[in-house]
């Protein structure tokens, strides 16, 4: 098997790399010069060359934003090189991480997500703490665009010293945006963000990867239960740990406390997200600040009732190793998928198989030969 | 590469194997000279070595159960040589596949479904059908049972003519046994059966499992809905095409109205398992034979407002694209996890990333590294 044969990106060039020690300041720790940065039409940037990355981590355990910044773009860049770099700093930041309680936040378009969390977050930050705003957007990998691109609509919170909000990453499969929302997550960790919030759209397969990524999940819906109910995929209420009836304000007020007694009606009736924990619903007006206490209340009693069973740990561990292993399942998959002889071979073997002309197994038998005789 | 790499049973030793040409009866088709039987600890059974494919597909589209009996002990085989003359088989059958209704029952246990299944099934015998009884059971992989192993569960209905049951293939992994059931399913088909009925069991992953493999799919449950929707999986309910409320005999038979009417105010909530289709409640009494026409009635519903809507065709294409997707990475996982290299190696990279010393991209490319160095 000849490298050419091999995914561009991800074989490293150097065997002992991660295994070779570490030392701050030290020159040899860059090993840049023996990796050529690769620009194709998949890089969309490239991090600073100049980057070490154990410097850079302290920064980062110093609370340096700049070099938060700076980090992430690095963990985001999909170029080669800054893979490895991007792995240095996780290394040197993983004892750091962890500290903190990561909320998953998901709703219909329309129901108010970026109010929710410039007023949530807002009231995290008077609090005390300090809040990371991250997005995993579906959408943005095909269109550009991103949910939380518009800065503008998070303006306070934006201003806010004590919170850092991110949008999505952009370029690469939603598998790719999601390996690096989770080690961004992690990032953000140890530069002491101990309230992590990710935003994503209900839509697609987004929110499943968010649950997979946070300990609380929160639904934003609007009033309107039963046509809600009916509409939506009922797969989302199920991931839900709180769902939250917004815009509870003014004349809707009522509507939204009826609602939430419906949704309080049908919840027990569905799986709960959580071993031991009944999801309920709640109300809240982002736009007049009112509900924020009851909701951080419920996550804190969560928080406290999970960790006591030992169901928060529980699911962080499980969290990594369904990590590790989508990660080895996405890579096994674009090794074959993307191979010339898979590539050229798999359309002809589709239609074979569809038309009914070819039995299923014998289709993978030949597709398989065809991809080992490719590689020998 | 070398050819001891490769996974054993999977790769022909003959490249152009399934692209020669074959002709009935001549000696030259059968294969079996240059296949050395693998006899290994996952070898279960092999069967007849004198068999030739073409003639086997001629008996079995004439009906003759012996030969059907045989082919599908073919596809269950797990030695290598079979596998070659299994798929020699299929291609023999396809185009006599696939005129069947595919129904899969599934229901917790004790809700009755081997009793319901042996009333349903002759009642439709007597109607002028031809019934084949199959079965995926998750539980028989680990323990070597069957949930259709005991045939004298369904006695009358084993002793009609015009039925076949076979119990769930044992040996390999689910993965495996759900490719034996589904080209089991296209042999009956080619030997003129024109329903089958799938069962399961409503643990783990095999309702899943079936659903992807049967164009209408029947939950039975019993009578206590309150409770009964509590504790089931509701991912259950939402595979459902029609939901049966057995054993309404007796003094029985009003809580079991009660119930199915429960499930007809909650199934509209739910999301439909079949596009423009709404899932309800019947009832069935096995025991009486009571209730048979009605279901059979909202099947034929079912399957002339799909045919003509598209979506019986749809989901079918849809099945068969899963179904190769599905093998493919099945292979994959298994070429990869089952290499001494990755097997070695992987326990050491789980603690690592799980106790938070190294970050799962990196335990990935760790992995990565080591499989494609041992395959050089």
Redesign the interface.
């Known amino acids: 098997?000849k490298d050419e044969k091999?995914p561009e990106w991800?074989?490293?060039k150097k065997?002992d790399f991660?295994s070779s020690t570490l030392k701050p300041g030290v020159s040899g720790n860059d090993p840049g010069d023996e990796y050529p940065v690769k620009t194709g039409r998949f890089v969309k940037k490239t991090a600073n060359r100049k980057i070490d990355p154990y410097t850079l981590a302290v920064e980062i355990r110093g609370g340096n934003r700049t070099a938060l910044a700076k980090g992430i773009t690095l963990i985001e860049s999909n170029a080669e090189r800054d893979?490895q770099y991007a792995?240095l700093l996780?290394?040197h930041l993983?004892?750091d991480?962890?500290n903190s309680i990561r909320i998953g936040i998901t709703g219909v378009p329309g129901a108010g997500k970026s109010t929710f969390i410039e007023s949530f977050g807002s009231y995290l930050c008077d609090l005390g703490h300090k809040v990371a705003v991250l997005a995993v957007d579906p959408t943005s990998t095909v269109t550009g665009g991103s949910i939380l691109g518009d800065k503008t609509r998070m303006e306070k919170l934006a201003r806010n010293p004590r919170a850092f909000i991110r949008p999505s990453p952009s370029g690469g499969k939603l598998g790719g945006v999601h390996?690096k929302t989770?080690?961004t997550m992690?990032i953000c960790e140890a530069a002491g963000f101990d309230v992590i919030l990710v935003e994503t759209v209900g839509v697609g397969q987004s929110e499943v990867i968010v649950r997979d990524m946070v300990d609380f999940f929160l639904l934003l819906v609007l009033t309107g239960a039963g046509d809600e109910?009916?509409g939506m995929?009922?797969?989302i209420m199920?991931l839900a740990d709180c769902v939250i009836v917004n815009k509870a304000d003014g004349q809707n007020e009522q509507a939204a406390k009826k609602t939430k007694e419906e949704y309080n009606r049908?919840l027990?009736?569905?799986?709960p997200a959580t071993k031991g924990w009944q999801t309920t619903a709640l109300t809240s007006s982002a736009l007049h600040d009112k509900g924020n206490d009851e909701i951080w209340n419920r996550i804190s009693n969560f928080k406290s009732l999970t960790k006591e069973s030992g169901v928060f740990e529980e699911r962080r561990?499980f969290q990594?190793?369904e990590?590790?292993n989508d990660?080895?399942?996405d890579?096994?998959?674009m090794n074959?998928f993307q191979h010339p002889a898979v590539k050229s071979l798999l359309p002809k073997?589709?239609n074979e198989?569809?038309s009914?002309?070819?039995?299923?197994?014998?289709?993978?038998?030949?597709?398989?030969?065809a991809y080992?005789?490719a590689?020998?």
């Open positions: 098997m091999r991800y074989e490293p065997a991660f893979f792995q996780l290394q993983l004892t991480s962890g390996r989770r080690e992690l109910l009916q995929k009922k797969g199920e049908i027990p009736f569905l799986q561990r990594i190793k990590w590790l990660l080895i399942i890579q096994l998959q074959f073997i589709k198989v569809i009914g002309n070819t039995p299923v197994a014998s289709g993978v038998d030949e597709l398989f030969k080992f005789e590689r020998k």
